[in-house]
């Protein structure tokens, strides 16, 4: 018997584990996406990502089971289709535009008894209102009833080692019970455990509230180390003790705003619906975003006092960056507040350099040079700004030839230092 034929469409943070994890779970697959230079280094064994280590795609590659493509006829015969593809914000509305292109591209393959799951984090009613009239328009067939659709939220977070695709739980959905059957089945394949649920407007809605949840969250903590440092109390110290609370209490700790595809997007997409359809606001989302939005302003016009206190004025200042990722351990800079940071100080006249071992070249700021971490950067530096906290940097070796350290991340310690 044939392995059943998998359509990944978008070779990305989430669709290029979703494709190496069904390879090993024993399906063909097809790796999707519209960007030719990625297709063409994944082809060549190339991984961009950081989560997916060169032999793991070449072991995909080896097999004869992964094969990644431009080109939509390749899905064919599809058995299940993913679709995995970004939904940005523009203007602060929904740009749900990739999944249109996908779905009607995808369309004239779909077929009788076939199945198609949307990852793309969207707002809820996307699935059943937008994905499925497109897919029904260009293969003439009807869900439910001739194909199944479902949706899960994609759950992936790039560089944890310790919750990755295979052991995260995973929400599943469908459009009927039959659906849903597809749907849970497909993905029990590659999961240690499904989360089924009713709808697939549930699903979408689960996507929201886990990160609108952590957005809150962080902008309440980083109100408060504001208002803490204003105060004169240590904020980071009051977290911990908070911590050591064994009920009633989870930790979210500051940081320089918020970044990725999911915190700076996914609550808005929950707001702009709710404004939308209800009429009026989610005052939660759009406080909780402003506050987060000013962080990268926030640093810079702290580092510009913590300069000014060591007789340096920024303007013409030599900074030292560590890190513009968005998060640690990754080279991923979607809405990096890393890389505002670094545009708000080069505004302010800095000369800014950056220590950044993970992102491709192609997607460092303009005007920033970036170094290596060595006693010799860390010395010329007048300051050294830690925005991402990756776990390759020497601290120690940053705390002993530094002259000033502003730390967002809590990493540094000595007489030097100035923490968030």
């Known amino acids: 018997m044939n392995a059943q ?75 299940i289709c993913v679709i995995t593809v970004p939904t940005p914000l523009r203007d602060g509305v929904p740009d749900l535009s990739f999944v249109e292109q996908a779905g009607t591209a995808v369309g004239p393959y779909v077929r009788p008894g076939c199945t198609v799951v949307l990852e793309s984090t969207t707002y ?70 499904t989360v089924p649920v009713d709808s697939t407007r549930v699903a979408e809605l689960t996507k929201l509230i886990e990160n609108t949840f952590r957005q809150v969250n962080i902008a309440l903590i980083n109100e408060l180390a504001m208002a803490s440092h204003q105060l004169g109390i240590d904020a980071w110290q009051a977290i911990e003790a908070a911590s050591s609370k064994p009920f009633g209490f989870m930790p979210f700790r500051p940081g320089p705003g918020v970044g990725g595809h999911c915190l700076p997007i996914d609550p808005c997409y929950l707001s702009w619906q709710v404004k939308r359809t209800l009429g009026r606001p989610f005052r939660f989302i759009e406080l909780a975003d402003d506050i987060n939005h000013q962080m990268p302003e926030h640093v810079a016009q702290r580092v510009m006092a913590g300069l000014n206190r060591i007789g340096r004025p920024v303007n013409g200042a030599r900074l030292l960056l560590l890190g513009l990722a968005y998060k640690k351990n990754t080279g991923d800079m979607r809405d990096s507040p890393a890389v505002d940071v670094a545009r708000r100080l080069q505004a302010l006249g800095a000369d800014v350099h950056a220590v950044e071992p993970y992102a491709e070249p192609q997607h460092i700021p303009g005007g920033v040079v970036v170094v290596d971490l060595t006693a010799r950067e860390v010395a010329a530096a007048d300051a050294v700004v830690l925005v991402t906290d990756h776990d390759s940097f020497d601290y120690d070796l940053v705390t002993r030839h530094a002259r000033y350290v502003f730390d967002t991340r809590d990493r540094c310690r000595g007489a030097m230092v100035e923490r968030l």
């Open 5 to 79: 034929k998998l359509v990944v469409i978008g070779q990305g943070y989430v669709g290029l584990p979703l494709a190496m994890r069904a390879v090993e779970a024993g399906l063909d697959v097809v790796g999707l996406d519209v960007d030719a230079d990625r297709v063409k280094r994944l082809a060549s064994g190339e991984s961009f990502v950081e989560d997916i280590p060169a032999d793991r795609l070449g072991r995909a590659l080896a097999s004869g089971r992964y094969r990644p493509s431009t080109e939509y006829p390749d899905a064919e015969g599809f058995d």
């Open 124 to 193: 809820p009613g996307t699935t059943e209102d937008l994905l499925r009239p497109l897919l029904e328009a260009a293969s003439g067939l009807r869900s439910p009833g001739d194909f199944h659709l479902g949706y899960s939220p994609e759950r992936i977070d790039p560089g944890n080692p310790t919750w990755r695709l295979e052991n995260t739980p995973k929400v599943v959905s469908g459009v009927d019970a039959a659906s849903l059957e597809r749907v849970d089945g497909f993905y029990r394949r590659l999961v240690e455990r």
